[in-house]
């Protein structure tokens, strides 16, 4: 097994190498877990009238047929154990005292694919066939070698930014792991106490502002996973994380962090059709990361601070916004007040009438953005709001886009992060933003 090397990286790896990685990793230790209870089916304490759950020593998750496909050729990826039957399998005897693995919502077996013999070859599901390629041999376990679990915390894949600090975001992380696809069904599993990963399907239509309660992740399954109608009220809690959810037609905020929330995360999610903000953090909240996230066909994006008044805001606001796709939006992108240092780097704009405003002193670092056709990339000051700070380097203005303004200092930013380069933002982004993508 290769060794990783921690560099708090904001890219990931391409579709294709993530699902090998995945694959190669969960099922190298799955199936020595399976021989820890026997080195054959021909044992007596393997029932091959019963179902397992293939489940990797080093990460916990399981394996899983990738959204419950029946079809040839599915992709197999590790997931949070649900007991689903998409996770189930059944141990079959073959030849030599070999066994197959069959799953039970599709009753195809696991197979290494194309017959491939090479490191990190891809495995999927297939027709059973009784192949060589579909016989699997379990061999007892050797603990004494391989790579033990890290201690202490780990960093959820991707995470960078603001939400890494204060002890850092993981949502519901080690807590149960709930499949919704009704509004009921939502509303009850967000609003219960406890860790919970809630997995959303389909498409659920909202009324108003649903509150959020702490130790939470709601996660799209695929890339049509939509919110539609209301919207998501994270008020004074802590620890949220929101990926891979289209949000449409909302009548009020479609992500609303407010009253002091902190370590929040929101990554990976399209919005569209709105009423008002995508994403507004305002009063006091704190440590969140907004990521790769595609704004489009909307008006107002994301607000930073309540209102000019609001001065309890100061020392607070903290917050990253990495890798989003301002497609065509108007503005907020964001509009910032009070919060230093706020953090917007790598992100690409097209046709804003405004990108980043910064007002009532706050302090935004705003570095390696690209910025397509923009009339205003950077403000200090917007509307009636006083001026901010605002330090504007490594950014590209490219096809009309008007000249940037600056002022001031910011405060040094914290954590650590990798920056592309921003000739590069327009691919990197427009591929990597949205739904879909994790």
């Known amino acids: 097994m290769r060794a990783q090397t921690a560099t708090a990286p904001v890219r990931r790896l391409p579709e294709r190498w993530r699902t090998i990685t995945a694959i190669t990793a969960v099922l190298a230790m799955a199936l020595t ?39 040839d050729g599915a992709e197999i990826r590790q997931y949070d154990v649900t007991h689903g039957h ?17 799953n039970r919502n599709s009753g195809k077996a696991l197979e290494v694919w194309e017959w491939s013999t090479d490191n ?29 679990d890290p201690g202490g915390e780990v960093p959820l894949d991707g995470l960078v930014g603001w939400a890494t600090q204060n002890g850092g975001t993981t949502g519901g992380q080690g807590g149960t792991t709930i499949n919704v696809d009704t509004a009921s069904e939502l509303i009850s599993a967000m609003q219960a106490s406890g860790p919970r990963v809630i997995r959303v399907s389909g498409t659920i239509d909202l009324d108003g502002m649903n509150d959020v309660a702490s130790d939470k992740t709601l996660i799209g399954v695929g890339s049509d996973a939509t919110i539609t109608g209301g919207g998501l009220d994270l008020s004074g809690v802590e620890n949220v994380i929101i990926r891979n959810i289209n949000f449409r037609g909302w009548d009020d905020d479609a992500i609303n962090i407010q009253e002091g929330s902190t370590n929040i995360w929101v990554d990976h999610n399209s919005f569209t059709d709105g009423y008002d903000g995508a994403v507004d953090i305002k009063r006091e909240s704190d ?29 607070h606001l903290r917050v990253t916004y990495h890798h989003n796709f301002f497609d065509g939006s108007y503005s907020r992108h964001p509009r910032v007040r009070f919060g230093n240092p706020v953090h917007v780097f790598n992100n690409y704009y097209v046709g804003n009438d405004y990108g980043v405003a910064s007002t009532e002193n706050a302090g935004v670092l705003v570095e390696g953005n690209y910025f397509d056709n923009v009339q205003d990339p950077t403000l200090v000051g917007y509307g009636s709001s006083d001026d901010g700070n605002l330090v504007e380097r490594n950014n590209v203005y490219a096809n009309g886009s008007g000249t940037p303004e600056s002022a001031g ?6 954590y650590s992060y990798t920056l592309d380069n921003p000739n590069n933002i327009p691919n990197i982004v427009s591929n990597g933003a949205g739904t879909g993508k994790i």
Request: hydrophobic share 40%; glycine share 6%.
């Open 33 to 71: 877990a399976l021989a820890a209870v026997a080195q054959s089916a021909a044992a007596a304490t393997i029932d091959t009238d019963a179902y397992y759950v293939l489940v990797n020593r080093h990460s916990g998750k399981a394996v899983d047929v990738w959204e419950h496909s029946t079809a």
């Open 86 to 102: 998409n996770q189930q399998f059944r141990v079959v005897d073959s030849a030599g005292g070999d066994v197959r693995l069959i």
């Open 287 to 315: 440590f969140i990361t907004v990521s790769w996230n595609h704004v489009h066909n909307h008006r107002k994006s994301m607000l930073l601070g309540h209102s000019d008044s609001h001065t309890e805001d100061i020392g």
């Open 120 to 148: 990190g070859a891809r495995l999927s599901q297939y027709t059973d066939h009784d192949g060589a390629n579909q016989r699997w041999q379990l061999v007892k376990a050797d603990t004494n070698v391989g790579t033990p």
């Open 409 to 414: 200092s910011v405060a040094a930013i914290p």
